[in-house]
């Protein structure tokens, strides 16, 4: 396999392990072991310095204009292209926990695709974005930006869901 193929690969292998490690992280403590969850946040955050060496590698890190284009088009063919279909199998098949996580990405990545050509157009004109605070659902990923809604508009949870991204 070409090496741009076997940096690609290994790109998505390390962010995939990353994710993972911290989910695994998250009931390490919920299971009372603070220093094994230290340990996959530790591991974690090293394959984050492995994916980020293999992306610069594959030179695929460019001006923040054309990172923007490729986030925009990436959240636009998640929720256009990808989701859809996953949602329609996880319903056929009655798989509900698949069912709510399809449906929820595919809601939230729109929201993202909106982030992101609103950031771009921001960049384009030679400005940032205004500085406001972002908030994630834990639940279902939903972002919002000022405040938390009294309620998630995605999955309908309660606004002490949502985390305050610095």
């Given at each position: 396999m070409p090496t741009k193929e076997n940096l690609?690969?290994?790109?998505?292998?390390?962010?995939?392990?990353?994710?993972?490690?911290?989910?695994?992280?998250?009931?390490?403590?919920?299971?009372?072991?603070?220093?094994?969850?230290?340990?996959?946040?530790?591991a974690a955050h090293a394959e984050t310095v492995h994916a980020h060496a293999h992306l610069r590698a594959m030179g695929g890190i460019k001006s923040t204009a054309d990172n923007l284009k490729e986030a925009v088009e990436g959240e636009?063919?998640?929720?256009?292209?990808?989701?859809?279909?996953?949602?329609?199998?996880?319903?056929?098949?009655?798989?509900?926990?698949?069912?709510n996580s399809f449906k929820f990405a595919l809601a939230v990545e729109e929201v993202h695709h909106g982030l992101y050509q609103q950031a771009l157009a921001a960049v384009e004109g030679g400005k940032d974005l205004a500085d406001r605070p972002i908030y994630v659902c834990e639940v279902c990923g939903n972002t919002v930006y000022d405040a938390a809604p009294e309620k998630c508009e995605v999955c309908l949870v309660p606004k002490e869901r949502f985390t305050l991204i610095g």
């Amino acid at each position: 396999m070409p090496t741009k193929e076997n940096l690609a690969e290994a790109f998505a292998g390390e962010s995939q392990a990353n994710r993972k490690y911290l989910a695994f992280a998250k009931k390490a403590e919920a299971d009372g072991l603070p220093q094994v969850a230290k340990l996959f946040r530790a591991a974690a955050h090293a394959e984050t310095v492995h994916a980020h060496a293999h992306l610069r590698a594959m030179g695929g890190i460019k001006s923040t204009a054309d990172n923007l284009k490729e986030a925009v088009e990436g959240e636009g063919f998640e929720f256009q292209k990808m989701y859809p279909p996953f949602l329609e199998q996880a319903k056929a098949e009655g798989d509900r926990a698949a069912e709510n996580s399809f449906k929820f990405a595919l809601a939230v990545e729109e929201v993202h695709h909106g982030l992101y050509q609103q950031a771009l157009a921001a960049v384009e004109g030679g400005k940032d974005l205004a500085d406001r605070p972002i908030y994630v659902c834990e639940v279902c990923g939903n972002t919002v930006y000022d405040a938390a809604p009294e309620k998630c508009e995605v999955c309908l949870v309660p606004k002490e869901r949502f985390t305050l991204i610095g």
